[in-house]
């Protein structure tokens, strides 16, 4: 079966219809105002699958090398984190 894309508003009222279609096989993309936020795939792909499915369309492209370390691109001034930053501007 091939990919189908559904506006999240009928989504909400094709939920069902929705989930038998990826129970046989398909991929439902979720989109909202035209733009896509979710995919919903079957249960049973493997890892692998839903890698590759995700590199044939162009979502995700790894050469399968490991990943280096990664370095914040910022560094906090003081003693604040940003998770410290955050939580003070929500109270």
Do not use: F, Y
């Amino acid at each position: 079966m091939k990919e189908r894309s559904i506006g999240i508003r009928e989504l909400k009222s094709k939920l069902s219809e929705c989930v038998r279609d990826v129970k046989r096989g398909a991929t439902v993309v979720v989109t909202e105002r035209g733009r896509r936020v979710a995919r919903l795939v079957p249960e049973g792909d493997s890892l692998d699958d839903r890698l590759a499915l995700l590199a044939k369309t162009g979502a995700m492209q790894w050469s399968g090398r490991r990943l280096g370390r990664a370095t914040p691109g910022v560094r906090p001034r003081g003693q604040h984190t940003l998770a410290d930053i955050i939580v003070e501007n929500r109270e």
